[in-house]
C-alpha cells in the first residue's frame, strides 16, 4: 500500500468491527479508490491497488426481500461463486461485511420504505480483490394504515388422500380463521410454498410429496394490503406409503406358431397385448401346475411339449404388489411329419423284405441310419421308440406282441434269444419296420 493511501485509509475509518468473520468497515476509502481507477482490495487487503485484478467481479449480484410484515423488512443479498475467491467483501448502505466462500448469501433487515445499495468483491486468499458488482433495490413500504393479522393457530390435520405414486402423496388440514384476514399464506420448513398448494378459506391441500415422508406446515394470515402476520407453530404430518396396485386383468394369449420338431417334442409360440402396471408375466398350465416364464416382454415360445397334443395356459401378469390371471385357453401343439418320403415309399424298401436276424443278417447301424434318414426320422429318435425297458413305450409293444404273437411277451419285441439291453434289437428288420410305420402316422 502506498503511504497516502495508508494515511487516507487510517483517517477514513470510523468503524471497525470484527465478530465471526463479519467485517463492519467505513466505505470512504473504497469510493476514492474506485474514482481513481484502482481496485479496492479490502481493509485488511492493502486498501487500493492500480493492478489488475486476477479474480472476476461476482455476476448474478442481487438483493431481494419478504413481503414486509412489520416497519423491518428480512432481506438477503447474493452471487455467483467466483472461482479461486477465498472471501467476499459485501458492502451494504456504506456498511461492508466479509462472506467467507463458499458461501455467497447474507441476510440482513432494512427498514420498510427505505433504498439499499450495495456492492461485493471475490477476494483471494492473498487479499488481492476483484472489481465490485453494484445493485440497488428499494424495499416496499409497509402497509399505511393496515394492522398486522393474528397469528393463527397451528394446523390440524383433516385427511391423507391415498397417495397416487413414490412422489404422489398430500396432505389436507385447515386452521382457525383469523379476524380481518382476507387471505392466507403456507409454509413449509419455515419459507413460504406455493407450488402444489391450493387453499380454499381456511383449508389447504397440498399434493406432490413423498410417500412416505414427513414434512411440517405452518399458516400465516394477510390482510387486504397484503399485510401478513407471523407464521403460526409448525404441525408435523406423516404421509402414508405409496401401495402400487396388481397389473390388471391379461387378455387372450395369441397363438403365433407351434412345430414339432421331431416324434416327441413339440413347442408353441404365443403372443399377448401389455398389461398396464405388469413387471413380467409367467405362462401357467394349470393341467400340470407347470409355470413357465418369467417373460419381460410380450411374446414367448414354450418347447418340450408333446406333438399333437392339448395344452392348456393361463397368461399371469406380476408386480411387486402381487399378480392376476387371464382365463383358460386351450392349443394343440402341431404333430410330427416327416420331411422326407410317404411310409409306404419307406416301408417298401428292399432291405425290410431280406431276412430277419434270425439265421439271417441283420442290417448294420450305418443302414439303419441309411434308412430312417430319408423318412425324415433320427436315429435317437428310433431308439427312444425300440427301448422295451421305457414303460412309455408299453403301447407301442403291445402292439407289435398282438401282432406278432410267436415273438417273447416280456413287453418288447426282441430277436429270439435276446435280451432288452442287447441292442441287436435294434436292428431287426421286422420290428424296424413296425417302428417306422408307426413312426410315420
Same mark, same amino acid.
Given at each position: @500500500?502506498?503511504?497516502? =493511501? ?12 470484527? #465478530? ?36 472476476? *467481479?461476482?455476476?448474478? %449480484? ?15 443479498? $447474493? ?5 479461486? *475467491?477465498? &472471501? &467476499? ?5 456504506? /456498511? ?28 483471494? /486468499?492473498? @487479499? ?13 413500504? %409497509? ?12 394446523? !390440524? ?15 389436507? %388440514? ?6 380481518? =384476514?382476507? $387471505? ?35 399458516? *400465516? ?21 405409496? *401401495? ?23 413347442? +408353441?409360440?404365443?403372443?399377448? #397385448? #401389455? ?19 418369467? &417373460? ?23 408386480? !411387486? ?6 382365463? $383358460?385357453?386351450? %392349443? ?16 417298401? @424298401? ?7 436276424? +434270425? ?6 447301424? +450305418? ?18 421308440? !425300440? ?12 402292439? +407289435? ?17 435276446? /435280451?432288452?439291453?442287447?441292442?441287436? @434289437?435294434?436292428?431287426?428288420? !421286422? ?11
Amino acid at each position: @500500500m502506498k503511504a497516502g =493511501a495508508a494515511i487516507g485509509l487510517a483517517l477514513g475509518i470510523t468503524a471497525l468491527v470484527a #465478530a465471526g468473520g463479519i467485517v463492519a468497515y467505513d466505505e470512504i476509502e473504497k469510493n476514492k479508490c474506485s474514482t481513481s481507477g484502482g481496485t479496492w482490495n479490502g481493509i485488511f487487503g492493502g486498501g487500493c491497488s492500480t493492478s489488475t485484478p486476477t479474480l472476476s *467481479a461476482p455476476a448474478n %449480484f442481487k438483493i431481494t426481500y419478504s413481503t414486509p410484515t412489520s416497519d423491518t423488512v428480512s432481506c438477503t443479498a $447474493s452471487w455467483d461463486a467466483v472461482s479461486g *475467491a477465498s &472471501y &467476499y467483501e459485501l458492502t451494504l448502505n456504506g /456498511t461492508a461485511y466479509q462472506v467467507t466462500a463458499p458461501t455467497t448469501s447474507y441476510g440482513f433487515t432494512a427498514p420498510a420504505g427505505t433504498t439499499v445499495a450495495g456492492s461485493v468483491t471475490a477476494c483471494s /486468499t492473498n @487479499m488481492e480483490c476483484s472489481n465490485a458488482a453494484t445493485t440497488t433495490v428499494t424495499v416496499p413500504q %409497509f402497509g399505511t394504515g393496515s394492522s398486522v393479522p393474528a397469528t393463527p393457530g397451528a394446523p !390440524t390435520l383433516v385427511s391423507y388422500p391415498t397417495p397416487t405414486g413414490p412422489q404422489g402423496g398430500s396432505v389436507i %388440514f385447515d386452521w382457525p380463521a383469523v379476524a380481518g =384476514a382476507t $387471505s392466507y399464506e403456507i409454509y413449509h420448513s419455515g419459507a413460504p410454498q406455493t407450488a402444489g398448494v391450493t387453499i380454499t378459506g381456511t383449508q389447504a391441500t397440498v399434493t406432490g410429496l413423498a410417500a412416505p415422508g414427513i414434512v411440517n406446515f405452518a399458516v *400465516a394470515a394477510c390482510n387486504s394490503s397484503g399485510v401478513c402476520s407471523q407464521p403460526s407453530p409448525t404441525t408435523e404430518f406423516t404421509t402414508p406409503s405409496y *401401495a402400487a396396485p396388481v397389473p390388471a386383468t391379461p387378455g387372450a394369449l395369441t397363438e403365433t406358431g407351434s412345430q414339432a420338431s421331431s416324434v416327441n417334442v413339440a413347442s +408353441i409360440s404365443f403372443s399377448w #397385448a #401389455a398389461v398396464t402396471g405388469a413387471q413380467y408375466y409367467y405362462i401357467y398350465d394349470p393341467g400340470s401346475g407347470v409355470p413357465y416364464g418369467p &417373460y419381460y416382454g410380450t411374446s414367448a415360445t414354450i418347447t418340450g411339449l408333446a406333438p399333437g397334443s392339448k395344452f392348456t395356459a393361463e397368461l399371469e401378469a406380476y408386480n !411387486t404388489a402381487g399378480h392376476t390371471t387371464g382365463s $383358460s385357453q386351450v %392349443f394343440t401343439t402341431a404333430s410330427y411329419t416327416s420331411s422326407g418320403s410317404s411310409p409306404q415309399q419307406c416301408t417298401s @424298401m428292399a432291405v425290410l423284405s431280406e431276412p430277419n436276424g +434270425i439265421g439271417g443278417t441283420q442290417p448294420s447301424w +450305418i443302414e439303419v441310419n441309411d434308412f430312417l434318414a430319408p423318412c425324415g426320422i433320427t436315429f435317437s429318435d428310433y431308439q427312444q421308440y !425300440t427301448k422295451g425297458s421305457n414303460s412309455a413305450n408299453a403301447s407301442f409293444n403291445s402292439s +407289435i406282441i398282438a401282432t406278432n404273437p410267436s415273438r417273447p411277451q416280456d413287453g418288447s419285441y426282441l430277436i429270439d434269444g435276446e /435280451t432288452c439291453s442287447d441292442s441287436h @434289437m435294434y436292428r431287426d428288420r !421286422t420290428y424296424l419296420n413296425l417302428v417306422l410305420t408307426d413312426l410315420m402316422k
